[in-house]
């Protein structure tokens, strides 16, 4: 578990801590690429005249694929640099919920990020009483992009309180 400062956003103040919780095991990669026929080349076959080189080329086998080092885990601070680079998204979501008196002082985000570095869940903690302020920060957390990294379901809590300057 990795605890990080709180996020100040314009005309807001966000603050608390960015806590990282991992939620699988990384999975091996393949290193061995996939021994597939092209359509219509039958295995062995010689290509005729005319053919041209193109389809002598296609005959080759695919070649292995070399083993990439291995994608370490996102860094709190990675995680807390793609957040702060969309403070301007979070905070237009949260200027809905201005005068709104039930407005929650804190609002816990849990984002499930992928392989491939794109949100696929994000829970709100308690839900935003306005509906409009709600799914705005759900749209703009689901935008964050992160880089590519080894653990399928890596989740991350970021707790938002919220101030008004």
Known sequence: VLVLAGLA??????R?????????????PN???DR???????????????EGLEAAEA?????????AAPA???????????????????????DNLAGVQNAPSQVNATITIGTHGKVTNVGLQPALPQAAADQCLRGALKSL????????GFQVTIPLKIQVL
């Open 31 to 33: 290193g061995i690429a």
């Open 16 to 28: 608390g801590s960015i806590e990282l919780r991992l939620g699988g095991e990384p999975q091996p």
């Open 145 to 152: 992009k992160f880089r590519t990294q080894p653990v399928e």
């Open 9 to 14: 956003l314009a005309g807001y103040l966000f």
């Open 72 to 94: 370490k885990a996102l860094s709190g601070a990675e995680i807390q640099q793609t957040v702060q680079r969309s403070s301007a998204a979070i905070g237009r979501c949260i």
């Open 59 to 67: 005959e080759r086998p695919l070649a292995k694929k070399v083993k």
């Open 36 to 50: 597939r026929e092209l359509p219509g080349r039958g295995a062995g076959k010689t290509p005729q005249v005319g």
